[in-house]
């Protein structure tokens, strides 16, 4: 079992940057595919990026490939979303996610079984 908590929100200007980072407790971090998810206010949870369990397999939703890069450090047992030129429709809850059982990545939020209290990100024009 694994429990997360993200930092690392904010309010940033449009073409601003922040770095979003999940700190993972339990010894098999480096065994779990991890995530990062919004939600907007009124929207449903979006996926935005996902890294497979051996870090072999990175998988970005098309709007934010280029501008956010997501990382993980085993030793720290953190994972980190690194946003630039961000956007006000990046505003929104950041959520991370991790799951064991995944061979992969997934965009589906029901195939994550542990999830963090989330961040928040606004983005000002």
């Known amino acids: 079992q694994v429990q997360l908590v993200e930092s690392g929100g904010g309010s940033v200007q449009a073409g601003g940057s922040l770095r979003l980072s999940c700190a993972a407790s339990?010894?098999?971090?480096?065994?779990?595919?991890m995530a990062w998810f919004r939600q907007a206010p009124g929207k449903e949870r979006e996926f935005v990026v996902a890294i497979s369990r051996w870090n072999d397999r990175i998988d970005y939703v098309d709007s934010v490939k280029g501008r956010f890069t997501i990382s993980r450090d085993t030793a720290k047992m953190t994972m980190y979303l690194q946003m630039n030129s961000l956007k006000p429709e990046d505003t929104a809850a950041y959520y991370c996610a991790a799951d064991q059982s995944l061979g992969s990545t997934s965009r589906r939020f029901s195939e994550y079984a542990y999830w963090g209290q989330g961040t928040q990100v606004t983005v000002s024009s």
């Open positions: 339990g010894r098999t971090f480096g065994r779990y595919a």
